[in-house]
């Protein structure tokens, strides 16, 4: 079992910054990839950034430049980040972490962290 746990979401004016973590624990050994989402009120969950193990990134057309997705390994600790710069209202949204495992054959998710961008 992988336990996936979201942080450092916030409320925000516009044109700051955040970085969020996501901290794996467990099995990470079914871990490869590495996904943020992101699910605004009334909208559908949709993808903002995916990691590889190899740290092959992709990002979806409306973050590029301006959000960034690592990901790093301390003490058996799988932690994901996503610094987010240059922050509009249209990014208000729960970000979630999510980590497929094929492996596994699982589908691992945290618990989400809200970001709150006011004008």
């Known amino acids: 079992q992988v336990r996936l746990v979201e942080s450092g979401g916030g409320l925000v004016q516009a044109g700051d910054s955040l970085r969020l973590s996501c901290a794996a624990s467990?099995?990470?050994?079914?871990?490869?990839?590495m996904s943020w989402y992101r699910q605004a009120p009334g909208k559908e969950r949709e993808l903002v950034a995916t990691?590889?193990?190899?740290?092959?990134?992709?990002?979806a057309d409306s973050v590029k430049g301006r959000f960034t997705i690592s990901r790093d390994n301390v003490k058996h600790t799988l932690y994901l980040y996503l610094q987010m710069n240059s922050l509009t209202p249209a990014d208000t949204a729960v970000y979630y972490c999510?980590?497929?495992?094929?492996?596994?054959?699982?589908?691992?998710w945290g618990q989400g962290t809200p970001v709150t961008v006011s004008s």
């Open positions: 999510n980590a497929p495992s094929s492996l596994c054959e699982a589908d691992y």
């Open positions: 467990g099995d990470t050994i079914c871990i490869s990839a």
């Open positions: 990691i590889t193990p190899d740290g092959s990134t992709n990002s």
